[in-house]
């Protein structure tokens, strides 16, 4: 992925600066339209033969890029990818923080592929890789994580999105006596800050969308984090869509290698307002565009590159 990396950032970046103009104007569907178009239009301009493999806006019927399109220049690398041009739609379009433009790449067959649906999730850090196991319960989880970073499980602070399901577990934090971090929407920023030291989250756990969690296991796996996650099919239509998807046993639980095969792949991300670890789009006075993207490339390679750019 080295050699097409800049490309693929080049990609969200553009996005986040096509939705720009939309940050706070309440039109959910416009700014996902710009996000996609621009999206879609720097895509077609690597040099690669790239598939869709998760695309954006099933579920509300937004502008998307359609699973199984083709995107790049039809020659180089076979590239399969998970996009969302703008994460975090209803937090851009009413000027929130925690909006990004997000890409994931991997080899050819080597990404999971998940439909839009529900999937539960735990995610942690590279001190806690290999310790944590979704079929447990939290209280556990959180030991061995407390254990493995040396910390009483009082110091951890956990994430969770604020939602009536996850109720039981908020329960569990607070009982522990574990710090706890709630969050409206977007947990990939999450479970990626559990793999930066300069961030003080120790664990992300929680059901959100399945297609984001394909790509948060991407940026941990490049990270030497660890995620685990098991898909939520809420009706029989949900069931028969994993299997037409190639996923034999949709209740199976996925370890990240089952989620991202190989090592050979890429994350993405530029922010289109402030969030945990990236700054928004801004316009400067000169009319030119500044952005702030975070770039992983390889697995396991445990660094980070986060990126300042400059756009005319």
Known sequence: MTAIAEELLNVTQQAAIAAYPLIGKCDKLSADDAGTKAMR?????????????IGEGEMDEAPMLYINEEVGSGNGLDVDIAVDPIEGTNLMATGKDNSLAVLA???????LHAPDMYMKKIAVGPEAKGKIDLDAPLLDN???????????IRELTIMIQERDRHKDLINEVLLAGAKLKLFSDVDITGAIGAAMDDIDIDMLVGTGGAPEGVVTAVALKCLGGDFQAQLVPMN???YNRCRSMGIEDPYK??????????GDILFSATGITD???LKGVRERKNGNMYTHSLLLVGAGARRFQLIEGFHR
Do not use: P, S, T, W
Not at 105 to 111: E, V
């Open 142 to 152: 959180m030991k061995a994580v407390a254990k493995a970073q040396g910390k009483d």
């Open 236 to 238: 029989k239509m949900e």
């Open 275 to 277: 969030g945990l670890f």
């Open 253 to 262: 639980l996925l370890g990240i290698d089952d989620i991202v095969q190989g």
């Open 41 to 53: 239009y720097h895509l077609n301009n690597v040099e690669m033969c790239g598939r869709i493999v």
């Open 105 to 111: 790449a991997a080899r050819r067959g080597c990404l």
